[in-house]
């Protein structure tokens, strides 16, 4: 039996396709930032949490789609900026910004937040591993402002005193200055 040249064509991008999926998904993992999107419902109460106002700056570490950026800047009417590593949930993430029309407000930074700077944040987002929240906690103590809220999703910070927080939906809010012991410097600490 002969194979038709179309049918090869057709099974020929097929399998590319499956390629190109198979490495992002690999790729995303390798760099750490494995996706799995926050619900509407636990993002708005993840804002609710934090009690924005109208000054507050919103930073969202490992943005993912920006689901969390676009809501607090369109909803709330707040400054909101998303930190994702990867580059086509960044690009997705500024689409879905321009097309739901809050760009001025809604911003998307392609970088490791661990490598960016966030001390403009007065409410930070976060939905990591619990690896992950460790390794930021000397991030999030030398750059951020007392006062500045932190609500984590489903992972809380060891060795944080929670300030308040929705059993139900798994979130835990934190405010720098309240929720830990004296910082002295001493990375090893934490």
């Known amino acids: 039996m002969i194979i038709n040249s179309q049918l090869v064509y057709y099974i020929l991008i097929a399998i590319i396709l499956i390629i190109i999926i198979l490495f992002w998904f690999i790729w995303s993992d390798l760099i750490g930032a494995g996706f799995e999107p926050t619900s509407t419902r636990r993002v708005k109460r993840m804002l609710e949490m934090a009690k924005l106002k109208g000054e507050d700056v919103v930073y969202d570490l490992g943005s993912g789609d920006g689901r969390i950026v676009i809501m607090a800047a369109c909803k709330y009417k707040v400054r909101a900026v998303g930190i994702e590593a990867d580059p086509i949930r960044l690009a997705w993430s500024r689409l879905r910004a321009f097309l739901i029309r809050c760009p001025g407000r809604a911003s998307?930074?392609?970088?490791?937040?661990?490598?960016?700077?966030?001390?403009?944040?007065?409410?930070?987002?976060?939905?990591?591993?619990?690896?992950?929240?460790?390794?930021?906690?000397?991030?999030?103590?030398?750059?951020?402002?007392?006062?500045?809220?932190?609500?984590?999703?489903?992972?809380?910070?060891?060795?944080?005193?929670?300030?308040?927080?929705?059993?139900?939906?798994?979130?835990?809010?934190?405010?720098?200055?309240?929720?830990?012991?004296?910082?002295?410097?001493?990375?090893?600490?934490?």
Do not use: C, M
């Open 108 to 190: 998307f930074i392609w970088g490791n937040f661990f490598r960016e700077d966030i001390n403009q944040a007065t409410v930070v987002t976060i939905f990591l591993s619990a690896k992950a929240n460790q390794k930021l906690k000397y991030k999030l103590l030398t750059e951020l402002e007392p006062g500045t809220r932190v609500v984590s999703y489903y992972w809380r910070i060891k060795g944080w005193r929670t300030i308040k927080e929705d059993r139900e939906n798994h979130l835990y809010l934190y405010i720098i200055g309240q929720t830990h012991h004296q910082f002295y410097g001493d990375r090893d600490k934490f």
